[in-house]
């Protein structure tokens, strides 16, 4: 079965940095630009970063911007959501998502439903307040 699989979650204290991984399973990576997004209980669901497939440009939210770094090893066929500093929330889930109809842009595989597009099941990161 072909889907992303993100991994690196984990309970975290405010103000520490984590690392999230997401790696494809039954397709490679190729040129195909890469999201994450999070999603709290009972909150809508919200992007956080991309990094493209051709160019390596990468976009980042508000909320990520000058604490996360995305990134990509083409040599491991995966992508790294780098998250420092992180700030006390109630429980997330972090999930990568691709479309894989071509080399598409990542203002359209930011704006992916759960419906189209490869998606991973996500990884928990917890912060305690």
């Known amino acids: 079965q072909e889907k992303l699989v993100e991994s690196g979650g984990g309970l975290v204290q405010p103000g520490e940095s984590l690392r999230l991984s997401c790696a494809p399973s039954g397709f490679t990576l190729d040129y195909y630009a890469i999201g994450w997004f999070r999603q709290a209980p009972g909150k809508e669901r919200e992007s956080v970063s991309c990094i493209s497939g051709t160019d390596g440009s990468t976009y980042y939210t508000d909320s990520a911007k000058g604490r996360f770094t995305i990134s990509r090893d083409d040599d491991k066929d995966t992508v790294y959501l780098q998250m420092s500093n992180v700030q006390a929330a109630d429980p997330v889930i972090y999930r990568c998502?691709?479309?894989?109809?071509?080399?598409?842009?990542?203002?359209?595989?930011?704006?992916?439903?759960?419906?189209?597009?490869?998606w991973g099941k996500g990884t928990h990161v917890t912060v305690p307040s």
């Open positions: 998502a691709t479309a894989r109809s071509g080399p598409l842009p990542c203002d359209y595989v930011l704006q992916l439903s759960p419906h189209h597009g490869s």
